[in-house]
């Protein structure tokens, strides 16, 4: 038996912030350690018609999940175009970026382990 208790956050409760180096990307935080959710934060990204993020690493993994729209992902020397439905595992320490060329926003559930993640931005060349 878990010593942790049940969650249940309504969806009225997520407060989302823009992102900061990401131009038109808002992160809202679903559950994390915060919430006494011991193991994993569930993250909630919208991606605005135009938005970009820049090649950036991170020290943890990723997976997600697209709720919504269509846009790229670039992930190591890879673009992939990703839509309502598709799964992605970015490792930890893998350059990886957004962009959405369309014109709907995006949406996707991201979850990484709880604990600190150092986020490192890359010169564009």
């Keep these: 038996m878990s010593d ?3 969650i249940v956050k309504r969806a009225g409760d997520i407060e989302y912030e823009s992102v900061g180096a990401a131009e038109g990307m808002s992160k809202g935080v679903l559950l994390n350690a915060d919430d006494g959710a011991p ?4 993250r909630r990204f919208v991606l605005e018609p135009g938005a970009t ?3 950036h690493t991170n ?3 990723h997976e997600q999940y697209v709720l919504s729209g269509k ?4 992930i190591g020397d890879e673009e992939y175009e990703v839509a309502a439905g598709d799964s992605l595992f970015i490792p930890g320490g893998v350059v ?3 962009r959405n060329d369309s ?4 949406t996707f559930l991201c979850a990484v382990p709880n604990g600190d993640d150092t986020i490192q931005v890359l010169d564009e060349e």
Excluded: L, Q, R, S
């Design 96 to 98: 990886h970026w957004y």
């Design 71 to 74: 846009y790229t992902v670039g």
């Design 59 to 61: 020290d943890v993994e």
């Design 103 to 106: 014109d709907v926003e995006g």
């Design 39 to 42: 193991n994993f934060a569930i």
């Design 53 to 55: 993020v820049p090649k």
């Design 4 to 6: 942790t208790e049940p």
